[in-house]
């Protein structure tokens, strides 16, 4: 499939894109080539391949959830600006009418 000067022209604006003449028809062409071997790829019958996300088997490396005694609280607050009844106090971000 051959883009037309007018498909890269909308295409561009469409991006925000401001081509020069040399690099409209570098674009036309380059565009062209993509969609000839995505055309070619439809050609494949792919019938009998069930759909993927993955192609590679994952396998779950992440350990065990074990319970462990966490920090103190004193030690996680040491260095907030500022604390309140063991919890982080932060200004208020909705005001209220």
Do not use: C, K, Y
């Not at 993509?34 to 070619?40: A, C, K, N, P």
């Not at 992440?62 to 309140?84: F, G, K, T």
């Amino acid at each position: 499939m051959r883009l037309s000067r007018e498909i890269v022209d909308h295409v561009a604006m469409l991006a925000r894109l401001g081509l020069s003449e040399e690099e409209r028809e570098r674009m036309r062409e380059q565009l062209s080539s993509i969609l000839e071997h995505v055309s070619r790829i439809q050609e494949l019958d792919t019938e009998a391949i069930p759909p993927t996300a993955q192609v590679i088997a994952l396998q779950n490396i992440w350990r065990e959830d074990e319970v462990r005694p966490s920090l103190p609280i004193e030690a996680v607050l040491a260095n907030a600006p500022e604390s309140e009844d063991g919890f982080f106090r932060v200004h208020a971000v909705l005001e209220q009418s």
